[in-house]
């Protein structure tokens, strides 16, 4: 082949590239509230309380999910979370469940929030951070990590469990109170991350239905930010036992786990992945459905 060809060769290649660019690659992102999980059940709480059959169906469901990145909540140690998900992800658990934090832990069942990886999804692991204002607080940690997904960008990833009891108006009590300075403290999060130029997800248990039109904690946690709630439009399909009721289902009528995104990515595929009727009545699953999408 002659030089000249060659050289023509070189510059339709990269034309090509140029008017058609490799697209980033496609993360599933999941978050899941798995209800007390713990390998030690509290005698204090019985949802803490499950069979090694109601672990393997949670497993099952976790694998239906087909996901490269799970936000977890409500989770007590490694080895059940380890259970739920199988030995092909990397956990990261949050900071104050770390020896070192024991101050920051109750004695006998701690509800942590943390990440299972896909292993070979590169990720580093920050420095968590307390959502909780208030001195001495033993709840409400961001576990914080990394992602490397491809050679596009990384991607800043939370994993949060916000103040329960406000679930939608404002009122001014101590759960609203503290609700909105969680807000707060992830507003000033997303501003850094958009003054680095860095893309973000948010993902878990908000206690809280963000997706509500002008809704007031949405607007706290997203202020003079770019930020989008990749859950705005989704269903709330999830079915779990009832607790007044334990032989039939309820369902609510909202969502509060929810994913946020920066501007510098894109969330498709947004749905709850529910559980079976059937499972639901016959096994301890969760009374969270795993949230996922689908981010690049």
């Avoid at 060809?5 to 509230?33: D, E, G």
């Avoid at 692991?125 to 990384?154: C, M």
């Avoid at 108006?169 to 909105?180: P, Q």
Wanted: aromatic share 10%; with cysteine; charged share 20%.
């Amino acid at each position: 082949m002659s030089v000249a060809k060659i050289c023509s060769l070189v510059v339709s290649i990269l034309m090509l590239w140029i008017i058609c660019p490799i697209s980033a690659t496609a993360t599933t992102f999941t978050s899941w509230n798995i209800e007390w999980l713990s390998s030690s059940p509290s005698a204090k709480f019985s949802e803490s309380h499950r069979s090694a059959t109601d672990v393997q169906k949670l497993n099952q469901h976790f694998i239906k999910t087909k996901s490269e990145v799970l936000a977890f909540q409500e989770v007590n140690d490694p080895q059940i979370i380890g259970d739920v998900v199988g030995s092909d992800y990397q956990l990261f658990f949050s900071d104050r469940s770390q020896r070192s934090n024991r101050y920051l832990q109750f004695d006998d069942i701690n509800q942590y929030t943390g990440f299972a990886v896909k292993r070979g999804i590169p990720t580093s692991d920050p420095v968590d951070f307390p959502l909780d204002t208030q001195s001495g607080s033993k709840l409400r940690f961001a576990t914080y990590i990394v992602l490397y997904p491809n050679s596009e960008q990384p991607i800043h990833a939370l994993s949060v469990h916000l103040k329960a009891r406000c679930a939608g108006a404002y009122r001014n009590d101590r759960h609203c109170k503290t609700l909105k300075s969680q807000g707060g403290v992830l507003n000033k999060w997303i501003k850094e991350r958009e003054h680095q130029n860095q893309a973000y997800v948010i993902l878990g248990d908000f206690n809280h239905n963000l997706s509500y039109s002008g809704d007031w904690l949405w607007q706290s946690i997203t202020k003079s930010t770019n930020a989008s709630l990749a859950t705005q439009l989704t269903s709330a399909d999830c079915k779990v036992r009832s607790r007044k009721q334990p032989n039939k289902t309820h369902q609510f009528r909202s969502l509060i786990d929810h994913i946020i995104v920066s501007d510098k990515l894109t969330a498709s595929n947004v749905q709850q992945v529910t559980f079976n009727t059937n499972q639901v009545l016959s096994y301890h699953l969760s009374d969270h459905c795993p949230i996922q999408a689908i981010i690049k």
